[in-house]
């Protein structure tokens, strides 16, 4: 985990989160990761893993959900999740 994870949009990182298991068991096994929070995604979709460093820094944007055209910004705002945030929950 890199200097640059946002805590004070995300709040602290779970002590898991840092553990050289779980950042090695992500690159090895993405989707059953994904799984275990839930996130189920079909064979179509694409995983790639990639590690922010301190020349790169890369940004997960939730898909906006279906049927969420006429809420504005802030609504949008209010479905944002932290899982989200990371990679791990799917909007919908």
Partial sequence: MCSCYP??????PPPWYKTLEYRA?????????LAEFGV???DATRV????STAEVRYLVIPRRPEGTDQLDEAAL???VTRDSMIGAEVLS
């Fill in 48 to 51: 790639r893993v990639w590690d």
């Fill in 77 to 79: 705002a209010n479905l």
């Fill in 40 to 42: 189920e995604l079909n």
């Fill in 7 to 12: 805590w004070a949009l995300l709040g602290l």
């Fill in 25 to 33: 068991r992500v690159v090895r096994e993405p989707r059953e990761v």
